[in-house]
């Protein structure tokens, strides 16, 4: 029972490039949490999607930064025109519904670096 | 808004002795989840417990134990016989439990020393 994959595990990134990390959710998990950690600090949440739909972005970033979580296929958390700032671990999670009882599972995160 | 507080940056135990890792939060809801994270350095998110609020008697999962104190807004956790392998980054986490967003929100950490 594999569970919430990510990839890649690192990236780095030059500043201006763009970033592109891969949320595999567990096995009949439709949900779908991106959370960004920066270094010595706790996790933060970033958007939580349900298939074709976002929910609730208001943790993003306004500008440079995109979710989406389409039919098929893994959720992409998207970053355009990197900045040092964006440097940090993030983390996606899933969950089968959204109810009261269902808790996210986390991946292993993908730690991006920018030079 | 809510917010989870952890004063403890860091702290140290024995091992085989307890330790009690500090959390408070600030919310004006009345149902609601608690948690406590472990993150060790390989970074992967592990669930140590979890703690409804509508629930009085305090969650236990073998050598770890929370006081959850309701009215003082407080959700210590207690690690009983401490091992090398206890070593980590601590988060404690809050969710609502109403309906819309199910968010967590994660305070900044305490980071446990085991000391053989």
């Known amino acids: 029972n594999a569970g919430v994959m990510q990839n890649p595990r690192h990236l780095v990134r030059r500043r201006g490039q763009e970033a592109r990390l891969r949320c595999s959710p567990m096995?009949?998990?439709?949900?779908v949490y991106w959370y960004r950690q920066l270094p010595e600090e706790g996790l933060k949440f970033m958007v939580y999607?349900?298939?074709?739909?976002?929910?609730?972005e208001s943790g993003m970033p306004k500008e440079r930064f995109s979710a989406e979580f389409p039919k098929e296929g893994p959720s992409i958390l998207r970053i355009q025109q990197v900045v040092r700032g964006d440097s940090a671990a993030y983390f996606c999670a899933s969950s089968p519904r959204a109810g009261l009882d269902y808790e996210q599972y986390f991946g292993p995160g993908t730690r991006l670096t920018v030079t | 808004a809510q917010t989870v507080t952890q004063s403890q940056p860091e702290m140290s135990v024995q091992e085989a002795e307890t330790v009690t890792l500090s959390c408070t939060y600030d919310?004006?809801?009345?149902?609601?989840?608690l948690f406590w994270y472990k993150q060790p350095p390989s970074r992967q998110m592990i669930l140590v417990i979890r703690?409804?609020?509508?629930?009085?008697q305090n969650a236990t999962e073998n050598r770890f134990s929370v006081n959850f104190q309701k009215a003082a807004k407080s959700f210590s956790l207690k690690i009983s016989d401490s091992q090398l392998g206890d070593a980590a980054m601590y988060f404690c986490a809050y969710r609502r439990a109403t309906s819309g967003t199910y968010k967590y929100i994660f305070g900044t950490g305490t980071r446990l020393k085991v000391l053989a």
């Open positions: 703690q409804e609020a509508y629930k009085q």
């Open positions: 096995k009949g998990h439709s949900h």
């Open positions: 919310t004006s809801e009345s149902d609601y989840y």
């Open positions: 999607l349900q298939k074709e739909n976002i929910i609730d």
